[in-house]
């Protein structure tokens, strides 16, 4: 950080907490619900190494993912202001369950020996989470150069600069392996969990529909026909990838990563222009879109076609556009993920089938509580041979990403016509979660919106209901997975960080196939030198706009001062021009011989700040509302520490 602590501008908190705000009391509850929810759950799963207790088999190439994704946001818990013991503990499982994969062949050199990076992109939550919330620890820097190396390097063999292709769908530490694994030697209709994805190539003679699956000849010449054209060349999916390179930059700013970036994701960039604006998925081992798939832009592994269309590559496209971002500083790039948006949106009908129009749509209607008659809007999320298909509602974190990103009005609008016709009201705070700690969008951006005033407490309320739920859960069920379930403990994590995200760094959860987490504002602890907000005090962002942030902290410990370090951006990116606070005149707690409770009377107070930082002290009992003006990425992002530093004596 370049800005030292001891001389950022401070700004004394004056104003005395009257009413004690709900929001306020309902998070604090919630991180000590959280860090006793942890422990219980390490305590009932895991070995003395952080491993996890697991005597089952591993299948094929996957799981490797199944095994970080119970733990991917613990330091994200961490760097909120979880408890000081958290991040050793996080530390701790990341290497039992990297040494628990090695020994099951499944890991080299601490990395996955090859797979595809939908799943890569989940198995790295967990690492990079790890990188941002303890950015001095010298082990996890050398690490995260070296995995970025496994790429940014064509000695490694993941990547041809001429081709500027990610020479296959499988890759890692092992290099580039060949094939889908043989998982898929043979595709069966007896494989009856992937019946709901169809055919993955719909263009074989003589295999028109999922029952010709049953004849064992036709599976074989599906089996072998995906190994051939399905796991060979680059797919859009691998775009995920960037974020392993981009995170080894924010520690150095090495050119060497920042390069690859912008190279890699602007050939991509180039082929969605040559293809009218829409990301294709698939490129053939000479570097030529649909080289493999009779010259078509769709038909990739993870791709428009088959297994999950909009779901993977738009993650993936949104992924690598907000990396290009980071790295330099300018949002062209994401109209990668824009189009593909649009072309859906643009493609989408009315109909009260959503349940069960799509291949995914029963999940959405469960969590959203959507009963089958109701209208609403579908898109579709896959292209073939026969065109567009397989009708979804449109998934909102990726237009409430774009909006977040630059705040145009362009991005607004379209995020606020998607409310007509979702089916349900975007106030109501739906009580479900799932593993990627994401889904409650529409509450929020109508709270930052003006729309919703109540969001925060039913959005910690529900948190708090999340964790309950889990740790029953987990009392019910105190043993390792049955059947050799390797997704049993991520449906356990009693680790919920959605809703803390949201409301105290105003933004959305990390992309979940391989995102990293940014942030309007994140905290320090500048009295102990720790990321996080300090022990007792609570802060809610009510808004965030494209000139800054509102934001309220409050200190709910009785006796001790608090000293909050507030940083704009995630990584420092943004500056913070000037920051507008309430102050309160001296003795307004008034006279004794009075009945009254008075109700403090404050003044704006306007100061310039010119930093990525600044200190607010907090008296006990006391809050402050702080405007602060921000200019975005206006700084180069960077992992960026809390130091301590030193008290100042009340005047």
Partial sequence: MDDPQDDLTRVEATVPVRETPLWAVLERRLFAVLDSAWREFETTYCGP?????????????????????????????????GADDLLASAKRHWAGVTAQLTEFGFVRDEYEVGYDWFHQGESLNFFYALCAADPVDDAFRERALRFARLYSDPARGNYDPAARIIVAPHTGSGGPRPGLGTEWSEYSAHQAVMKP?????????????????????????????????????????????TSLVTNAWLYDHDPEFADWVVEYVGAWRERA????????????????????????????????????????????????AVNETLVTGGTAGLDLARVPLDTVIARGEVR????SAGSMGWGWAQKMDVAPDVPVRLVPYRHGSNGW???????????????????????????????QDAGFDWRDTKWFQDKEEQGHEAPWVSFLLGRNPGYPEAALELALGQVARRLALMRATPYGPPDDDIH????????????LTQLTTGAPPALYNGGLALARVTFGDALRGRPGLPDGVAALVREADADGVRLELVNLDLDSRREVVVQAGAFGEDRIDRVVFDEAEDGCAGDSRSYLIPDPETQQVSTPVGSSRLVVALRPLHRVTLRLEITRRAQTPAHTSFTRITPRRES
């Fill in 488 to 499: 049993w403990w991520q449906r356990l994590n009693p680790v919920v960080t959605e809703v």
């Fill in 197 to 241: 994805y169809g055919l993955p190539l719909d263009d074989l003679p003589g295999i028109t529909g999922w029952d010709d699956l049953y004849a064992e000849e036709n599976a074989q010449r599906m089996g072998d026909a995906m190994q051939e054209r399905l796991g060979r060349g680059d797919t859009a999916i691998n775009l995920a990838a």
């Fill in 273 to 320: 222009a040559a293809n009218g604006g829409l990301i294709p998925d698939n490129v053939g081992p000479s570097g030529a879109v649909g080289e493999l798939h009779d010259g078509h832009w769709y038909g990739g592994h993870y791709g428009w076609a088959w297994p999950h269309g909009l779901h993977s590559v738009e993650a993936a496209a949104m992924i690598a």
């Fill in 389 to 419: 298909f397989d009708l979804h509602p449109v998934p909102l974190v990726y237009p409430v990403w774009l909006w977040w990103l630059t705040s145009e009005l362009a991005d607004r609008e379209r995020l606020e016509s998607l409310e």
């Fill in 352 to 355: 009260t089938d959503a349940a």
């Fill in 49 to 81: 190494d952080g491993r996890l207790t697991y005597g089952g088999r591993m299948h094929h190439r996957d799981g490797v993912d199944d095994f970080y994704e119970p733990f991917f946001n613990w330091p994200v818990l961490y760097r909120l202001g």
